[in-house]
């Protein structure tokens, strides 16, 4: 209990920071907050395993929560049939080219001695595969894209409940993950900064302009809900009973009979959206704790050790019989793939899909400062980083305001300087952040709560 | 004729924007490049140096523009990049000081000093926009062609015009002027030779009297040079906003990597590689072969190889493709 009281701390300080928001401002922004503190604190987990145990620098944590995001909308909606009988079978004909193509180009791989010839037999492959492709699918595309462009103008997807788009965006981003691993992992720690960076641009754009597939950014709205909703929930009697009982000391005040009906009314409307966040944090928390639960085990166990050696002597682990290009792709899938369940969860959660949304700055360096600050190498610490930083980015305005107001009380309200800054506001998160992240690295560059590593 | 006509076109709107552009993202590439060879570590403040310094540049153009000072026909902003470098310059410097100095020092590993620069990327955004907002901004004034197409239309007597706007003469005489310079100072010059030296091996410089501290110097002023007039360029061809620099970044680290890191010269390439393909690969080309074939073989489509919507990942592919094959870039890296 002793040597855990700074963990213990550091968590009470924090619920009782989002206690202070449900109070202060409302219940409904602090469970927001909650919520969204929990994702993040999936997708620093992801990338915490990646960095603190193995050391890698995935900074493609965006494409793999846009992947997770795509599987959530492939999974909920409901297929358009019309789009399947016009277009669906180019697009299932250039799926088999596409495979067909990558079986040529691996076939030639393992056939043949490495030589200029074969490298360009590959290219060759590849550039008619592509052209081929361009030729199936283009009818294709165009005839979905215009089935109701308002309303679909794409494939849809299974029709199954979103909760199991979360396995499957796991299996997408460690899908993807695999093939990147394959391509960029070999190469030296602030290459693949970049490499992987760019990659997730290349797969937001696909994501952004493949129409068929995603709408793209026409926007994907009205995802179903693994949580009941509001309106429905305002109509039921339980519901109703349950919030009368909550709010009965307050109900009791007021004798009037149509102002407390009023009353209630307004209770249950609040109520109900209460009651709908605090569904979704109930399942985020049973992700959050699950995958806290298997990634301390992994991190004790003697494959966590493993790891740990690979991380800080990499030779050495080498000349110990252990295979590094192997265990640092299996690290890499592993925790793209928990990212990719916060996207899924994410677009979950929003009940849409923007992919217009998707940016560096919020999706890839922001959870960077989560797994900094939080402490690398330390779950609890990653998970804690997830949930200060988000706190600090939803709060800044509001702290940012109160600054401002504070510093320029004795200006004038109309006062130039005071207008400017007050506008400015939305942009004091990222100075705080930046700050913040500075100070981490320089005075405690193990971050809030340190990687410790006993032997059991 | 025909023939000729297809040439002009692809002049107009291949050639012409991707020197621009090109010299634009080489500017950018020998920055990082810079950084990366001498500080040993990969800025991602980059883009956002960048657009810290076109605000300085905005700022005075717009306190020139107040006070009636002005080019005639040259933009403003040529005036004012002087007094923005200075304050650019300063402002590196001082991050150097508070920030960069402490990890170069303590001798951190060089994804330690990349981490620190996501820091300092945050912190300038956040000034940035906090300074002049988020919002797109023109700041050109002047004359805008040095050719119109309607002009040499008349002149030619051909179907297709030649537009040439003045801020891609200024992009590319700049860029000569100011990455010859370098070249000769890199080169020729002392200290230009030492900061070489220490770039190739700083233990070895350091032996033979090199001062780390003036040489770290010198690549900020560098830097800041380079990011402002990059910078300002830009934004004067196209417009400042500072989200899109920020994006910016990317071409141009596909640039410097493409171009071989650490290698000046093959950045300087780096960023016209960059800029030739993604325009290459994304330009319609029905109306090039409208004019070339004979009418029985005119294209159904738009010929285009890639939709627009794709520019960016055109040179990411590119630089996908390096890092399989040539690690170490096409001009091989790593030697300034």
């Not at chain 1, 100070?439 to 809030?448: E, N, S």
């Not at chain 2, 620190?116 to 062609?145: L, N």
Request: with cysteine; proline share 3%; glycine share 10%.
């Amino acid at each position: 209990m002793r040597k855990n009281l700074n963990v213990i701390a550091a968590y009470s300080i924090m619920m009782g920071l989002i206690i202070l928001v449900g109070i202060f401002q409302s219940w409904n922004i602090a469970l927001s907050i909650f919520n969204l503190c929990l994702i993040s604190a999936v997708m620093t987990m992801g990338a915490n395993i990646q960095w603190g145990y193995a050391g890698l620098i995935n900074f493609g944590i965006m494409g793999y929560t846009a992947l997770g995001g795509l599987a959530a909308v492939l999974i909920s909606v409901n297929p358009v049939q019309e789009a399947w009988s016009v277009g669906g079978l180019n697009i299932l004909f250039s799926l088999f080219l596409i495979i067909g193509m990558v079986l040529a180009v691996r076939y030639v791989l393992n056939k043949y001695e490495k030589s200029k010839t074969r490298t360009y037999i590959i290219a060759v492959i590849i550039i008619l595969g592509i052209i081929i492709i361009r030729f199936v699918s283009e009818p294709g595309i165009e005839a979905i894209e215009e089935v109701d462009p308002a309303k679909t103008g794409f494939l849809g997807g299974f029709g199954l409940p979103i909760i199991f788009s979360w396995i499957v965006g796991a299996l997408f981003a460690g899908g993807l993950a695999f093939v990147i691993g394959k391509i960029a992992l070999g190469l030296r720690a602030d290459y693949l900064a970049i490499a992987t960076l760019l990659i997730s641009e290349i797969v937001i754009a696909i994501i952004k302009h493949e129409d068929w597939l995603t709408r793209g950014v026409k926007n994907v709205i009205g995802l179903k809900r693994p949580a009941p909703y509001e309106v429905n929930l305002q109509q039921t009697d339980w519901f109703i009973d349950l919030v009368e009982k909550f709010n009965s000391s307050k109900l009791n005040l007021i004798s009037d009979f149509a102002e407390r009906q009023a009353a209630l009314n307004q209770f249950v409307i609040e109520g109900s959206s209460i009651f709908v966040k605090l569904c979704y944090s109930g399942l985020f928390l049973i992700v959050v704790i699950a995958l806290l639960i298997l990634t301390q085990k992994a991190l004790y166990s003697p494959w966590g050790r493993m790891m740990r050696a690979i991380r800080d002597n990499e030779e050495a682990a080498n000349a110990m019989g252990k295979n590094v290009v192997k265990q640092h792709l299996l690290i890499f899938v592993l925790g793209s793939a928990i990212v990719g369940i916060a996207g899924a969860m994410l677009v979950t959660q929003d009940g849409l899909f923007t992919p217009g949304s998707y940016r560096p700055m919020r999706y890839t360096f922001l959870i960077w400062v989560m797994v900094i600050v939080g402490g690398s190498g330390n779950n609890f610490g990653a998970i804690l980083g997830g949930f200060v930083v988000w706190f600090l980015w939803i709060e800044a305005a509001p702290i940012g305001l109160y600054l401002v107001n504070l510093t320029t009380a004795g200006l004038d309200d109309s006062h130039f300087l005071k207008v400017h800054l007050i506008e400015s506001v939305p942009y004091f998160r990222f100075l705080m952040m930046g700050i913040g992240l500075l100070l981490i690295m320089r005075y405690r560059p193990k971050g809030i709560l340190p990687e410790k590593i006993e032997i059991k | 004729m025909d023939f000729l006509n297809a040439i002009i076109l692809l002049l107009n709107y291949i050639f012409v924007p991707a020197l621009a552009y090109g010299s634009q993202l080489a500017l950018g590439a020998i920055f990082v490049t810079l950084i990366y060879g001498i500080l040993r570590f990969a800025n991602f403040a980059t883009g956002d140096m960048m657009s810290f310094g076109t605000m300085f540049t905005i700022l005075f153009t717009w306190y020139f523009q107040s006070v009636g000072i002005g080019l005639g026909l040259l933009p403003t902003a040529l005036l004012a990049i002087p007094f923005a470098v200075i304050f650019m310059v300063g402002y590196m410097l001082l991050i150097d000081k508070f920030v960069f100095k402490y990890y170069r020092t303590n001798k951190s590993p060089p994804v330690q000093l990349a981490m620190v620069s996501i820091g300092v990327m945050f912190v300038t955004q956040a000034v940035v926009r906090i300074i002049i907002g988020p919002s797109d901004r023109r700041f050109f004034d002047g004359e805008k062609f040095l050719i119109r197409a309607g002009e040499f239309k008349d002149m030619t007597g051909l179907n297709e015009g030649l537009a040439i706007k003045s801020t891609q003469v200024i992009t590319i005489l700049v860029t000569v002027i100011l990455v010859s310079t370098l070249f000769w100072f890199l080169n020729k010059t002392k200290t230009g030779k030492s900061m070489r030296a220490y770039s190739d091996n700083e233990d070895l410089a350091l032996l033979s009297g090199i001062d780390p501290k003036k040489i770290v110097m010198i690549t900020w002023i560098i830097a800041g040079i380079l990011a402002t007039i990059g910078g300002a360029l830009y934004g004067l061809d196209k417009s400042f906003k500072p989200f899109t620099y920020f994006n910016n970044m990317l071409p141009i680290f596909a640039a410097a990597i493409v171009g071989g890191i650490g290698n000046p010269f093959g950045a300087f390439l780096g960023g016209y590689v960059i800029a030739f393909s993604e325009i290459l690969l994304t330009y319609a080309y029905k109306k090039f072969f409208m004019y070339v074939l004979p009418e029985s073989m005119e294209p159904d489509g738009l010929v285009q190889l890639l939709s627009t919507d794709y520019k960016f990942a055109v040179s990411f592919s590119i630089l996908v493709i390096v890092l399989l094959y040539r690690p170490s870039g096409i001009f091989k890296g790593k030697v300034l």
